[in-house]
């Protein structure tokens, strides 16, 4: 197991940035592609984003692409997040995970094998 810690989150105003930060301890950070989860009041855990092994390729989920920007620097075993023109509706605990190596979809969450506690974003109108 890793473990992934989430920070950066807080409040901000609708329209703003937020850049958040999810380290991971371990080894062989560089293996694994990771992914970025949401989850609101009263809604399903819901894919954001992901990122291949060495940043190569992303995928986002439809509610964030052309706002968010997930990357990561494989020396510091930190994937960021980088969220821009944020609006109410993102607002959600936000968690880091690592993508199971054996897996075939970047939305299902079952396909990650670690996850972090989570940071609050909260959006203010």
């Known amino acids: 197991q890793v473990q992934l810690v989430e920070s950066g989150g807080g409040l901000v105003q609708t329209g703003g940035s937020l850049r958040l930060s999810c380290a991971a301890s371990?080894?062989?950070?560089?293996?694994?592609?990771m992914g970025w989860f949401r989850q609101a009041p009263g809604k399903e855990r819901e894919f954001v984003a992901g990122?291949?092994?060495?940043?190569?390729?992303?995928n986002y989920g439809d509610s964030v692409k052309g706002r968010f920007t997930i990357s990561r620097d494989n020396a510091k075993n930190t994937v960021y997040l980088q969220m821009n023109s944020l609006n109410i509706d993102d607002t959600a605990v936000y968690y880091c995970?690592?993508?199971?190596?054996?897996?075939?979809?970047?939305?299902?969450?079952?396909?990650?094998?670690?996850w972090g506690q989570g940071t609050q974003v909260t959006v203010s109108s």
């Open positions: 995970a690592r993508r199971r190596l054996i897996s075939w979809s970047w939305e299902d969450d079952r396909q990650y094998d670690s």
């Open positions: 371990g080894r062989s950070f560089s293996d694994y592609a």
């Open positions: 990122i291949t092994r060495n940043g190569g390729s992303t």
